[in-house]
Every structure is written in C-alpha cells, then in structure tokens.
C-alpha cells in the first residue's frame, strides 16, 4: 500500500511544485477574484493531471503492475485518483460558477471590467479565446455527469454490470474535459514545464480513452477457454470451475487473477486462481463464493463445454520473498491463492522455506477441508485450522504462539480487509517490518 500512497502523494507534489514554477497562490494586488483566477487554474490543472494518469491506469499497463505492487493496487490508486478528481473538480466548479453566483446574490461585488484587449496577432490564440464559451458550456455538463458517474462508482450495491456501462462513459467525459482544458488553460502556462507535463498527460489520457472507447482494454491478455469441469461445495456456497485453454496460456503464479467473462453482456469478473500452472495440462482453475447478483447466479448459468474468455494473468501476489519463514493467513474464500501455492510447493520437495498456513472458516465444508489438508501435507505446509462456529476467532497473539519463530517470517494475508487492518497493524506494531506483511486488494471499485 505505501508505493501507491507515495506515488499518489508524489504525483500532486509534483504538478503542485511545476505550477509554482509559472504562478502563486498569492498574486498581487491579492483580492477574491485575483485568487479565483489563479485557484481556478491550478485546480483545473491537478484535477485534469490526476484524471490523466487514472484514465491511464485504465487501461491495466502491464509494465506499470510491478512497480507498483500488483493490479489490485494499481486499481486501488485509480480510485483514489478518482475520488481526488472529483473533489479538485468540485472545488474548480465552485470557484468558477459559485462566484458568479454569489455575485449575483449580492454576496460579492462585481470586479471593474477590465478594458478590451488589442486583437491578438497570433491565429490560435484568437481562435481559442472564440472557443472559450463552448468550452465552458461543456465542461459545466461534464461535470454534471461525471459526478453522478464516480458517485455510482463508489456505491457498492450498484450492480456490476451497471457500474461496468457507466464507468466506459467516463472515457468519453474525460475527451470533453479535455478540450475544455486546452481551450481554458492559461496560455502562457504552455511554454513553460507545467505546460508541457500537462500536454503530455493529455495526450497520454486522450490515447487511453480512446482505448477503453474501442474496447481494446486488455485484449493482447485475452485467451478462449472451455469450461471442462464445475464442483459446488454446498455448506459453503463455494464454486469451482475449471477451464481448458485453447489459445497459448503464458502461464502463471500461484496467488495470481484472472477475468474471466462468460456473459458478454454481464462483462469480465476477477477471480483468483485456485490451481499451479501446469504447461502440460492447459488447465486453470477458479473458485468463486456466491456474494454479489453475478456471482449467485452462476451454478445455474454455468455449464460444462460452455466458451469463455480468460485475461491475465495479473497480480504480485506470488509468495516471491527470501524469508526464511512464510505465514500464510486465510480467511474464507481467502484460501483460493493458498491452495495455488501449495499445489506448486507440492512440486518442490526440496526448499529451504518454512510454511505456516492459519486457516479461518466459518462454515464447514468436510470434502473441502479433505482437500485441505492433504494439499498442506504434500506440500510439507504446517496446517492451523480455526471454526469460528466451535472455537474463538483467530488473532495476532495466536499466530504468535503456534509460531514463535514470526519476526523472520513473512506474512502473506488474502481474506476481509478488516481482519488485515488488525493483522497488520498489531504485527508491525510488535516488531515486523512493514514490508513482510502482504495482501491482495481484491476489490476493484
């Protein structure tokens, strides 16, 4: 989580500083509307710099995953992009228009027109003061619109399906601010640094929308597959599916995802990976518990010999680290990448690496914890089972006692965020680095 908190607050840094460069918050003589213009302008410029990369993140750049831990915390970053553009908006939106509002309200005195400009002698300048009106016009009902749109976004209960449609239209906002930024951005701003960071963002933004507009978003990662085999675990609403590439499978880590889509009108859905590649078995496997409308539905949708669409893989939840020791924590459907792994060390009989696997289930499925534990001892993996239905909950001093050796370990977390809080911050507040401890952000929106 720090690289995408540092990379956040890198990013504001830096176009805050590059403006700086060519303005002030403290222009001379300083009065309301003095600041408005200046506000005005670095607003627009933040909100527009931060819709850019977030446009950007769209569009799951694999070279970017790496650096930056993973799609789910690229994704994670893109939402606070989000959230952060829509504030920055908000306030450029009120400074422009609430101003003249309030003046109208008798709250604010009119500033003293100033007098009219010589005709500029340079063309495209004239031609964007002509165009100042309509980029306004427009950029006013794209603010509109995208305020309704990111705000669906972050409801939880929109469904899905309905968030996929309407998140596509914020591609086509995003083309509009645009022009309403190169028609309204201080002119002279675009000779100097935070003109050319600004063009370039734009650019790069504008390329990214049009992606996501033609529905190339990950398309070079997609792959058909035919569903071969489901399994439903009853007591624990749990399905399995397994999926045999047809198309060149580039393999992958266990504690990877992938999206899978087989309703084109209810889009591609991230699921774990559940099974260890195998390049002489074509095969992947996923396990999916029944939350969401999508997920409900699919035992009665899904169907041996059915087509699907398979893209990935994504994720740096791989278990790659040079501890000596390894804890894994699980939680519900949490175990999905766990059980990845352990198929794969069961194919390495000779680490050095110790493993201990916390397992924590509520509901009780005995055919699925069969599975368990006889993949955790092929693995050599120390198995730690916790029912919350029969027994206390796990927490942090558990762990501690069954594993004494914890300070040289890494733990590895995939399960409810709140539980990782907890793990988290009692952890590094006993003594573990902060870089030990690893998750998997599975909520993309």
Known sequence: MKKIQWTFIAFLVTLTGLWLLADTFL??????????????QYSGILGMGMMSLGMFLAIRPAWVEKPLGGLDKMYRLHKWLGIGGLILVVAHWWWALGSKWMVGWGWLERPERRPPREADPAPLVEWLNSQRGLAESLGEVAFYTLAVLLLLALIQLFPYRLFRKTHKLLAGLYLVFVYHSLILTQTDYWLQPIGWVLAALLLVGSFSALWVLFGRVGRKRQFKGEIIGLRLFQETAVLEATIRIQDQWPGHQAGQFAFVTSNT??????YTLASAWNPGEPELTFRVKER???????????????????EGPYGCFDF???ASRQIWIAAGI????????LQQLAKQPNRQQAVDLFYVTRDEDPESLRELVTKAE???????LTRTSQEDRLTPEKIRQAQPEWKAASIWYCGPAEFSKQLRRDFIHQGLAGDAYHQEIFTLR
Do not use: C, K
Request: net charge negative.
């Open 27 to 40: 222009p001379q003589p300083l009065t309301y509307f003095s600041f408005r213009h200046v506000f005005v």
């Open 265 to 270: 009108n209810e889009g591609a859905h991230p």
């Open 292 to 310: 969401g409308d999508w997920t409900r539905q699919l035992p009665a949708w899904l169907h041996e010999g059915m087509p699907v669409t398979v």
């Open 320 to 322: 790659e680290d040079r």
């Open 334 to 341: 949490g175990i999905t990448p766990f059980l990845a792994r």
């Open 378 to 384: 092929a693995a050599g993996v120390q198995l730690h």
